[in-house]
Each structure stands twice: as structure tokens, then as C-alpha cells.
């Protein structure tokens, strides 16, 4: 299907199903202000994480104002990545790992991480919240998303999930590196540690929320860009790191979300990813809002079309997960 930018830059939602959704979401914003931290909290390395030996940062939690009141806490210097389970109250009907974002500078804790994976347990998804390692160098994001995702697998009889319906979910930064790991699954990224690096570090599914996407200068985050690469990074690491180069047709169907007035990271970073996996063959479904900005999460949709994106990226997640279990079938 041809799609043109005049037809995706047009809304998609409106009405009463907006609203129903941005108050559900805004519900559960208001509800992740005043609940408490899941005890569930899994270490993804047995020992050390690769390339430890030259990293001497401290962690430190920082809580943020924000106008709506809500709590929001973000992360520095994570050297000890680790995974926060949300568990839904009956059988999982799917699984996701969830990548905040933070510019690849801090890793958002209850705006895009716990908040979303509050509501996605609540509608049956269990989701498992990485924080993965900054600074470490620009390897150890996608190492420790790569690990998460065996991890998860190799475990998923203890967390009662299939290891064949389980995706990513990134936002922002954690966009691109859930974009990464969709794209560049079978990378070598570290050398194996133990039985665990024998799964698959594929999703089945990736959501891409708000990606940074592309390293290239003229359309990249420069803050994303900078963390990630330094400030003058040869041609050869702006496209090793760029999510679009590495787009093959073994990366799994995606769906992706963009504002068109975002101005932190443009709308063509979403554009570019649209057209490398559609060109690689894989299905993707690209929904691009007029209004949105960016960082918006689930607690600053309300009164907006853009309130419809919780539930869109849901029903996509069931139709992607129910299709998987026909083919098996």
C-alpha cells in the first residue's frame, strides 16, 4: 500500500473513543503518582556487564517537577542494569520489555517506564522495564537489551509468558535503541556469558514511540547523538548507530508513533524508519499525529487525538500476537 505524507499527517482518532482513552490515561498517570515501586527486580548479568572494568559513575535517582504533579523520578549512571516486572493479575496474553527514554544521558523511571508498563498489566501484558547502562560507551544499551531479551526467554516458564509473543517497546532514546535491537538482533554485541546467550535476542513485535532513529546530523536528537557518539563522530559510526541502516526483513513487524510538531526529534526520523523496514519487506504501521510534541507518555494526551495511542498500540499488539498463534497453530 502506497502511503503519502499528506495522508499521514492527517489525524486518526476522534470523539468519544479519544476521550475514553486519554481519561483511562490520565487515570492511571495519576494513580502512578502515589503507587508503589514493584518488588520484582531481576539483575540481567551474572557478573559484571561486558566492558565494566573502565566505567566509574555512581548511580543517582533524581526526582523531577513537572506542572501536572506527578511523580517523576529519572535515572543517572546505571551500571548495574536490571529489569522492574509488572505482572497482569491473570495468565500473560503477551510480553514486552519496555525501554524508557532520556536522551541517552538518564533513563525515565515512571513517565514513559513504569506508568506505561502499569497500564499495559492492567490490559493483560506482562512487561518487564530495563534500565540499561549509562555512560558506559555506545555498545552497552543495545548489550544489555540484547541480554534482557534471552533472559526473558530462557526464563519465561518462571514468568509464565510465551517466549514466542514477546516484543519491545521503546520511547524516544529507548526508541532507537528498541529500533536497534528489532534491526540488529543477531549483532554480536557481546561475547556469549552463558546458556542464557544461546535464546534469541528477537522480538516478535517491536512499538516504536516518539524514536530517535538516525545519528545523521541534519535530523538526529543532538542530544541522543552526542551521549551516544560525541561531538564529531566519523561517517562510519553515524551510520553504524543509525536505526534505519540496519533494517533488514528479519526484523519483526513494528508499529511506530510520531507527532508531527515534535520538536525534539523531528517527525523524519519515524518517516525514515517507516521507509526502511517497508523497503525491507516488513510490515509496519506508522501513525503520525498533527499535535503531540514529544515526551508526552501517557500523562499529557488528554484532549488530544494523540490520547487514541495507548489503545491503538494495543489492539495492534493483540491482532500481532493472535496472528502468531495462528501460524503455530
Known sequence: ????????????????????????????????????DPIEVLRIWPGLPPGS???????????RDNALGLRDR??????????????????????????PGGGYHHVVVDKEGFETARWLAERGIAVFVLFYRLPAGPDAPLQDAQRAMRLLRAQASKWTIDPARLGVIGFSAGGHLAARLACSHSLPAYA???EVDEQSARPDIAGLIYPVVTMDADVAHAGSRRQLLGAAPTPD????????????????PTFIL?????SSVPLENALRMRAALHAAGVPVDLHVFSVGGHGFGLRAIAGKPVAAWPQLFLDWTAWQFSGQQRERA
Do not use: K
Open 1 to 36: 500500500m502506497q502511503v503519502t505524507r499528506r495522508r499521514l499527517l492527517q489525524g486518526i482518532v476522534a470523539g468519544s473513543a479519544v476521550a475514553a482513552t486519554a481519561e483511562a490515561a490520565h487515570a492511571a498517570s495519576t494513580d502512578a503518582a502515589h503507587a508503589s
Open 53 to 63: 572494568d573502565s566505567v566509574h559513575v555512581s548511580e543517582e535517582t533524581i526526582e
Open 237 to 252: 559510526r553515524v551510520s553504524a548507530y543509525s536505526a534505519e541502516t540496519a533494517a533488514c526483513g528479519s526484523a519483526p
Open 74 to 99: 529519572i535515572i543517572l549512571g546505571v551500571t548495574q542494569p536490571r529489569i522492574t516486572v509488572f505482572r497482569p493479575r491473570g495468565r500473560p496474553n503477551g510480553a514486552l520489555l519496555l525501554l
Open 192 to 194: 556469549a556469558v552463558d
Open 258 to 262: 510520531h507527532a508531527e510538531d515534535d
